[in-house]
C-alpha cells in the first residue's frame, strides 16, 4: 500500500500526527493510543492492516 492511501486511511479514523523521526512517524488515535507508521514510500498489506486497527484503538 502506498504510505499517502494509508495517511489518509488514518486520518479518516481521527488520529493525528505527534512527531517525526529519521525513520517512523508517531501518531495518536482519538482515543490517546500512540503507534508508529514507518517512513517509506510503500508499506507492505499485513503492516498496514496492523496500523489501521491500531489506529482504531
Known amino acids: 500500500m502506498k ?4 495517511i489518509k ?3 479518516e479514523k481521527g488520529a ?3 512527531c517525526q523521526g ?5 501518531w495518536e488515535s482519538k482515543n490517546g493510543y500512540r503507534f508508529t507508521v ?4 510503500k508499506i507492505g498489506e499485513g503492516l498496514a492492516k496492523t ?3 491500531q489506529a482504531d484503538k
Not at 504510505?3 to 494509508?6: E, I, P, T
Open 38 to 41: 514507518p517512513r517509506h514510500s
Open 3 to 6: 504510505k499517502n492511501l494509508l
Open 51 to 53: 496500523i489501521l486497527k
Open 9 to 11: 486511511k488514518i486520518k
Open 16 to 18: 493525528f500526527l505527534i
Open 22 to 26: 529519521s525513520g517512523h512517524e508517531v
